[in-house]
């Protein structure tokens, strides 16, 4: 028997996401684990209330989410893999924990975008916070890096 009986695949639909929604249906597959799919949308810069934020109505954002969840749901089916969606608004540091305990996951599979000393500092980033506040595995999806990855990383 498998230690990972049921897998929780955090996707944003970035191309970190889709790697690590890849990697993690390859694993699920390979252990026929039970598959649940997370996207969060991150509503830090909506309680800001920026120009730029007020402009575009809630709703919409919403909706863009969830279409976005669908579309992680409908790349797992292709392969023949049975997942349960969640949606959450809120900072994805916080309802990843929360899902991983509420469902009683063993592994959570999310992807890693590399960022410059500078650039976690300037954003506020505690990626590290994570590994903090679960009590399960996290298998973090790197992906191959592209020329412009390369770039950025070699500056």
């Not at 863009?64 to 997942?83: F, T, V």
Request: net charge negative; with cysteine; charged share 20%.
């Amino acid at each position: 028997m498998s230690a990972f009986r049921c897998i929780l695949l955090c996707y944003d639909g970035t191309r970190e996401g889709q790697h690590a929604l890849k990697d993690g249906a390859a694993l699920a597959q390979d252990l026929a684990a039970e598959v649940h799919v997370l996207s969060v949308i991150n509503n830090a810069i909506w309680a800001q209330g920026t120009d730029i934020t007020s402009a575009i109505p809630a709703d919409v954002v919403t909706e863009s989410a969830r279409s976005l969840l669908d579309e992680g749901l409908k790349r797992l089916g292709a392969h023949g893999i049975r997942a349960t969606g969640h949606f959450a608004l809120g900072d994805p540091l916080d309802q990843i924990p929360f899902f991983a305990n509420d469902l009683k996951v063993d592994l959570i599979v999310v992807g890693h975008r590399h960022t410059s000393r500078l650039a976690r500092w300037w954003g506020g980033r505690n990626d590290g916070r994570l590994l903090d506040h679960v009590s399960c595995s996290v298998l973090v999806a790197m992906g191959p890096e592209t020329d412009a990855d390369e770039a950025v990383v070699g500056t």
